[in-house]
């Protein structure tokens, strides 16, 4: 609530999407098939990236990815196939869907009890 009892409505809108799972959004770093990127997005199905190259519908990838909480690196690994690319100026936005058999590697040393925090929904 504002000062002096104004309040702002903000509308909060879930896209009708076809993806069966709530998307995050996180600019993290990510290194798919060993090469730099950034992510847009993840879910607990897929993830999006901004790479700096084109990569083919259907391509298998490995994907990780470099989560850091208090100044840790936790990388979690995982396989996913590419289902969009899209050119974005002179890089490209790739979504991709993590693969059944994916399992996520890269456990902090202690087991779940020291795992990073979940992210946070937005919107």
Same mark, same amino acid.
Request: glycine share 10%.
């Given at each position: ?9 903000v ?11 709530d998307?995050y ?6 290194r ?11 879910s607990t ?11 083919a ?8 990815? @470099?989560?850091?909480? %208090?100044?840790?690196?936790? +990388? #979690? /690994?995982c ?28 456990m902090? @040393?202690?087991?779940? %009890?020291?795992?990073?925090? +979940? #992210? /946070?929904?937005?919107?």
């Amino acid at each position: 609530m504002q000062p002096n009892g104004i309040t702002i409505q903000v509308p909060i809108q879930r896209r009708d999407e076809r993806r069966s799972s709530d998307r995050y959004v996180a600019a993290m770093p990510v290194r798919v098939d060993g090469e730099e990127g950034t992510t847009r997005d993840l879910s607990t199905s897929g993830l999006s990236f901004v790479a700096d190259r084109d990569y083919a519908i259907g391509a298998r990838i490995d994907v990780v990815i @470099e989560y850091i909480l %208090d100044g840790h690196h936790y +990388p #979690l /690994r995982c396989q996913a196939e590419v289902v969009r690319v899209q050119p974005t100026g002179a890089s490209f936005t790739v979504g991709a869907r993590l693969l059944p058999q994916t399992e996520v590697r890269g456990m902090p @040393e202690g087991g779940p %009890d020291n795992a990073p925090r +979940p #992210l /946070r929904r937005v919107g």
